[in-house]
């Protein structure tokens, strides 16, 4: 899933991700948009994926604490309700889901950007400063 990620971001990168917008052609910035919506699904996934996994592989090695495999089970329970939430919110952005996908579609409802970025800080854990 990561290397999956990382070819979608070096395609995108050819295609403007990361140069001034003003040198990016539309028909480039809507795909671009397309492809990275995905590549941060599946990047969402396979990074939970990934600490659920490191859970199982510690509760091999140390079968002995029962504090321990409750901590354990616990992150892993935290991660897919992450998973299943943060998936939730990235899907309901905006109705229909063609308008957050770099479509012009009229009537469609968006979620504020001031909620967008309180999930994104919310879901990665950073303190908000604001500027």
Known sequence: M???????????????????IAYVSKQD?????????FANLLWLWATNLVRIST????????KDTKWWKR?????MVAQIVCMIGATTVQLSMCQP?????GGTVLGAKC??????????YTYNGKK???R
């Open 2 to 20: 990561a290397i999956t990620w990382y070819v979608l971001t070096v395609v995108t990168a050819y295609h403007g991700f990361g140069h001034p």
């Open 29 to 37: 910035q809507a795909f671009t948009t397309r492809i990275l919506f």
């Open 55 to 62: 859970s199982l592989l510690l509760l091999q090695i140390n």
């Open 71 to 75: 901590v354990l089970r616990t992150l």
């Open 97 to 101: 889901l063609r308008a957050l996908l």
């Open 111 to 120: 979620m504020p950007d001031i909620g967008i970025i309180l999930y994104g």
């Open 128 to 130: 908000w400063n604001k």
